[in-house]
């Protein structure tokens, strides 16, 4: 295609005549409050191993089709538009993917690297409890962990490195004390998974709140569809952050479900500030969504795939629930998927 026959990028900033402004407002809050609100109480709130068993793995299915059916379609959409340069249209269309695969391989690595130090990981028990109702935690023993039993219960862990507090609480909130450690390294491994998976997410978020922001024909049905966007993945990113292990006061699961819950009403707050200014369609704009998209799709990909599903029914997590169970969560994933693919028809 010709540089005179190839169509000019722009066009598609907010129509100030039609933009109800209040609307968009009460919008940005209501997304804030569908976003944190689902997050925190899947963390903080005291729930019963089955509803906790739901939520895992809806979640995981919620996070594999947020990959599949919304970043990597609106990455190649962005990244194939015609308006853009030969690169991207004509000399190499693939190049999503290839972006897509390359931040796969970087978790991979860091992954691999990570596994090499720990020499395995854990992400908590498919309900949090195993078979027996005992809070699941797996054990990775060194020298400086060792039993203190006084009265069935466990002085704190502390480690040397850090000072922190590692001992565990209940993969569901609670917060009472168990019967076993939990490796600070295996630890910061799962803290890093989960921070990874996050990160896979607000790329993605801040996007979602300046289209929400930007749009004026259909908005009441995008919003719609995005509030339950916001709770589908603030219940698959909320139950995960509850499987962590995190030392008791920890500040660390706050800052994510803050973090997960403000970035689309961040991005919502650009768009409103910027909505005359700001075009989507603008070359910047398509290449800077599709490539952030793109790297987002493969970081959530990997993480969805590997560290949740496999780990979840190939691992030691799955070698603790009986063929009942198995069938069951796997049910809810494709329940999650299936929310999260129906979704993607409207935003």
Known sequence: MSDQSR???????????????????VALFLVLISSISVAKKIKWMKIPPKVFFFCKHFGTGVLIA?????????????LNDPCLPPLFTENYPPLPGVIMMGSLFVLFVIEMWLNARTGGHSHGGSTGEDVTGHAHIKSSWSKEHRYQ????????????????????TTSAGDTDLEQGYVDPEV??????????????????????????????????????AIL?????????????IAAVPYPKGSIRPWLLVFAFGTTAPIGQAIGLIA?????????????????????????????????????????????????????????????????????????
């Open 7 to 25: 169509p000019k990028c722009g066009g598609g900033s907010a129509d100030q005549g039609t933009y109800d402004l209040p609307l968009h407002v």
């Open 66 to 78: 947020t990959a599949f059916v919304h970043l990597i379609p609106t990455a190649f959409q962005s």
């Open 149 to 168: 039993n006084s009265q069935d219960t466990l002085t704190n862990d502390r480690d040397s490195a850090t000072g922190q507090d590692l001992t565990p």
């Open 187 to 224: 630890y910061r491994k799962m803290s890093l998974n989960i921070t990874l998976l996050e990160g896979g997410i607000l790329f993605h978020s801040v996007f979602v709140g300046m289209t929400v922001s930007i749009e004026t024909k259909g908005f009441v049905v995008l919003l719609i």
């Open 228 to 240: 339950f966007h916001q709770s589908f993945e603030g219940l698959g990113l909320g139950s995960r």
């Open 275 to 347: 909505r005359s200014s700001y075009d989507p369609n603008s070359a910047f704009a398509l290449i800077l969504v599709g490539t952030f998209n793109a790297i987002s799709s493969g970081l959530l990909i990997y993480a969805a795939l590997v560290d949740l599903l496999a780990e979840d029914f190939l691992g030691e997590e799955g070698d603790k629930m009986s063929k009942r169970q198995k069938i069951w969560a796997f049910c809810f994933v494709m329940m999650g998927a299936a929310g999260m693919s129906i979704v993607g028809a409207f935003a």
